[in-house]
């Protein structure tokens, strides 16, 4: 074995194949040891080796389980986009229909109430308008009446004084 090509014994298929590393070259190779054969920091590193490799695992499979759940809600929310039926097209358009009675109801009522409180105010007004001629119509009625006293209360009174003067 003092050459670079070692011989492995005749009929081996590895015959003029092998040969010696030495050197630097030998620094690109890790030396194998045979299982069960490991010193203690050996083994440490085998078993911090062995923890990541678990971990690395653990968690690619928990990425797994993650993409699973995502892909089932995103098939669920697809099966939820399905387009309505006709009962649900009729059904949301009754309902947009009343939801727009309704609205137009209280709108239309609250329109009508304002305009009745502004018709209210004018009425009110004209009354108030009203009111006042007449109480001054009274007055000056009420001095008429008693004008018009005196005056038929004179005349009685003259009658009787010319037809009996006694």
Do not use: C
Not at 129 to 156: F, K, M, N, S
């Amino acid at each position: 074995m003092s050459s670079s090509n070692a011989s492995f014994g005749e009929g081996n298929p590895l015959k003029g194949t092998a040969r010696l590393i030495e050197g630097e070259e030998s620094s690109r190779f890790q030396a194998w040891t045979p299982p069960g054969v490991l010193t203690p920091e050996a083994e440490e590193v085998q078993l911090q080796q062995e923890a990541v490799a678990e971990q690395s695992r653990q968690e690619a499979e928990a990425q797994q389980q993650q993409r699973e759940v995502e892909e089932i809600a995103t098939l669920e929310a697809i099966d939820a986009l399905q387009p309505p039926t006709a009962e649900e097209i009729e059904q949301l358009q009754q309902q947009a229909w009343q939801e727009g009675f309704d609205q137009g109801k209280e709108e239309g009522t609250a329109a009508g109430a304002e305009e009745v409180r502004g018709q209210i105010a004018q009425i009110e007004e004209i009354v108030r308008a009203l009111e006042q001629p007449l109480a001054t119509i009274d007055d000056e009625v009420g001095e008429y009446v008693i004008a018009l006293a005196v005056a038929v209360a004179r005349q009685v009174i003259r009658r009787e004084l010319h037809s009996d003067p006694d």
